[in-house]
């Protein structure tokens, strides 16, 4: 009887010493469980968040570019990201009162957006350790210069027998219209080589813009109006007028041969 007894009482034992082993497996199981469970959703969450990290990446870039050609003197005058993107052409006139907040004399008479002065001394001063020699001929002007700029040049093509009329159209197509000239950003600048100044067609095959056009996006410029998009710019071919915009859109405006009026799906 005694033996029954202990019998039990051992088998009781055990019985409940497995079952403490049990629940504590079952906790270890559960809380092994929770933590796949929780290492997923956790996973899950972390690519969520990089996924909406990047929407949002995307949706600001989307919004500054439509800041870029919608709200062009706004926006150019603000430090929002991506202000150097602004685009003036004739469909997008820029405020004929618009001046850079603080200009920076590139050289004498020669002045650009003080924002832009570290690129362009920087590009300038390796095109000079390459053995080049270019000058800024042209830099910031204001809306009265541009006017100034395109009736000299209207008037020369009425001395050559033009009518006004023809003269205005074909002034168009070598000087920007007071108020659609990307010179009046003073993000613009006109470089010509120092032994070739003409502004002509063969200013292209200079040393200089051979250098200039391959490595100007480096430094956040592009060649603004090349010679196969006239019909995209409105501007016929101009090897000497380089833009910065900066050096993300730069690259990018480089490696897919568009134009700025392409890159902001303009
Ligand atoms: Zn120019």
């Known amino acids: 009887m005694r033996k029954k007894v202990n019998l039990d009482q051992r088998l009781k034992r055990v019985f409940l010493s497995g079952g403490v082993v049990g629940v504590i497996a079952g906790i270890l199981f559960t ?61 997008h006139p820029l405020d004929t009162s618009y001046a850079p907040a603080e200009l920076y004399e590139v050289e004498s008479e020669r002045s650009v957006d003080a924002r832009i002065r570290e690129p362009l001394d920087r590009m300038l001063a390796d095109a000079e350790k390459a053995g080049l020699s270019m000058y800024v ?16 040049t209207m008037q020369d093509w009425i001395e050559q027998g033009y009518m006004p009329l023809d003269a205005y159209d074909e002034t168009k197509k070598s000087v920007a219209v007071p108020g659609t000239s990307e010179h009046a950003t003073g993000l613009a600048v006109d470089i010509i080589a120092s032994e070739y100044e003409a502004l002509d067609d063969r200013q292209g095959e200079t040393a200089e813009q051979i250098w200039l056009m391959e490595h100007c996006w480096e430094y956040g410029f592009i060649l603004r109006y090349p010679p196969e998009k006239a019909d995209v710019t409105g501007i016929i071919f101009e090897p000497w007028h380089y833009r910065y915009v900066g050096e993300e859109a730069a690259k990018e405006i480089h490696e897919q041969n568009i134009t700025l009026e392409e890159y902001l799906g303009e």
């Open 31 to 91: 809380v092994f469980v929770a933590d796949i469970i929780i290492s997923r959703k956790e996973a899950e969450f972390e690519s969520q968040n990089a996924k909406l990290a990047q929407e949002k990446v995307d949706l600001q870039h989307q919004l500054n570019k439509y800041n870029a050609a919608h709200n062009n003197a706004e926006f150019l005058a603000g430090n929002e990201e991506g202000w150097a993107l602004v685009l003036v052409n004739e469909t």
């Open 137 to 152: 001929a042209s830099a910031y002007r204001s809306y009265d210069q541009q006017r100034t700029v395109f009736n000299a």
